[in-house]
């Protein structure tokens, strides 16, 4: 399976690549600066450099061309301002949905937050900007005819993976990035996941367990 990640820098998407690359996947990571080759090349995957702030819908599109899925991981970061917010949590997950559209790939996995429901929708904090642009960008692509997955991880932690979680509408709590990363690798290869969108935290199931019961 080849998978192009946007954001394929990022602390998710390198545990994702190394997952994906460990399992005989062809992962592929879209990163901005030229310095994070190497990275993303370390975690076995291949890299592009392109810059999705600036980028058209035809340079995404040739670089998901002949995907399987694509997943968006990226984002402005948390010391970026409100305009990265609209620019990449929001703007670049619509061009990545464009690019797929044009390209033909269908599946499409998000990497999304939890409490995008409960935004401030007149509140010009950061975060809140944050959240209402993550949720501006799962509702467009939940609007597309495409083989969507929407997750909503909670407070990320270094923490070792344990391979315990819980999905569904939940409350707040925390998941380790690595098993974030090893539940967006089983997403890409449950199809019953298909048009759900969840919330993600550690807990007691089985990564298995807990996407069969979605």
Request: glycine letters at 10%; zero cysteines; charged letters at 25%.
């Amino acid at each position: 399976m080849r998978v192009v990640i946007a954001g394929g820098h990022g602390q998710i998407a390198l545990l994702l690549e190394r997952v994906l690359a460990d399992r005989g996947d062809s992962p592929v990571g879209i990163v901005r600066n030229p310095d994070h080759v190497a990275d993303v090349e370390a975690a076995g995957a291949e890299a592009v450099v392109l810059d999705l702030e600036d980028a058209d819908v035809a340079a995404v599109t040739d670089v998901v061309k002949g995907a399987d899925a694509v997943v968006f991981a990226a984002g402005g970061g948390p010391n970026s301002g409100v305009a990265r917010k609209e620019s990449v949590d929001k703007g670049a997950a619509v061009l990545l949905a464009d690019a797929a559209e044009q390209a033909g790939v269908r599946r499409y996995v998000m990497v999304s937050s939890m409490g995008t429901d409960k935004a401030d929708p007149d509140s010009q904090d950061v975060f809140q900007v944050y959240l209402r642009a993550k949720l501006a960008a799962d509702d467009d692509l939940r609007a597309r005819d495409l083989d969507w997955t929407v997750v909503r991880p909670g407070r990320l932690t270094d923490d070792a993976g344990a391979g315990r979680i819980q999905v569904g509408t939940l409350e707040r709590g925390e998941i380790p990035r690595a098993d974030v990363a090893a539940v967006l690798a089983a997403v890409l290869v449950t199809d019953a996941t298909i048009g759900s969108t969840f919330d993600l935290l550690a807990g007691h199931q089985t990564i298995d367990a807990a996407l069969a019961g979605l």
